[in-house]
């Protein structure tokens, strides 16, 4: 038996350790842990019009290795240190069932007709999956995943200008704060009352 976990260890002392900088993709076809930076999973449609599958941060498992599209992406939104890793089944499972929910909780943003509502639901989205929560709302970095008013587009579906206006709108409403030169907080109150 414990040979077997000599082996383990030594697979685990070769595994390959990248750090990326924005805009890097990584390797296809392989299953990376990230240890630090925020990575997106992306497609293309017909037009060559990017479409968002997911978006991942530390402690993420990430690949392309189990999509049935073809091509998908596996960019950096911000310099990525990333280890290769063998996941195991359970792990793999786990992971596909975090893409499934990634994937159709964007897709159901994007499902929203109401712009503003659209970016408001997909800060919440991202407030609630990368930020800090408590009673009174989310606080989250926009700066430090790199998501520039372009990229929120990108992720939303909308236009970098109807992004920045509906940005500033909020801000000027109080449903969007900033707590810091980089930290945003989205009340909850603020976003009950936009729904």
């Not at 240890?35 to 599958?53: F, K, N, P, Q, V």
């Not at 407030?127 to 989310?138: C, D, E, K, M, T």
Request: include cysteine; glycine fraction near 6%.
């Amino acid at each position: 038996m414990a040979l077997p976990s000599l082996n383990r260890t030594q697979s685990q002392s070769k595994a390959l350790r990248l750090t990326l900088l924005p805009n890097d993709v990584l390797p296809e076809g392989l299953t990376w842990r990230i240890h630090d930076g925020y990575i997106r999973t992306a497609t293309w449609d017909a037009e060559g019009e990017s479409i968002t599958l997911g978006l991942w941060g530390p402690g993420d498992l990430v690949t392309n290795a189990h999509s049935s599209l073809d091509p998908v992406e596996v960019q950096c939104l911000t310099t990525v240190v990333v280890e290769q890793h063998a996941p195991t089944e359970a792990e793999t499972l786990a992971f596909l069932r975090q893409q499934i929910r990634n994937t159709e909780e964007i897709f159901e943003i994007n499902r929203i007709r109401s712009a503003e509502r659209r970016l408001l639901m997909l800060l919440r989205w991202i407030g609630l999956r990368f930020g800090q929560v408590n009673s009174r709302g989310y606080r989250f970095s926009l700066k430090d995943m790199n998501l520039t008013h372009r990229a929120l587009a990108d992720v939303c579906g909308l236009t970098r200008v109807t992004v920045t206006k509906n940005l500033n709108r909020y801000k000027t409403l109080g449903m969007l704060q900033k707590v810091s030169d980089a930290d945003l907080f989205l009340p909850k109150d603020g976003l009950t009352a936009a729904i």
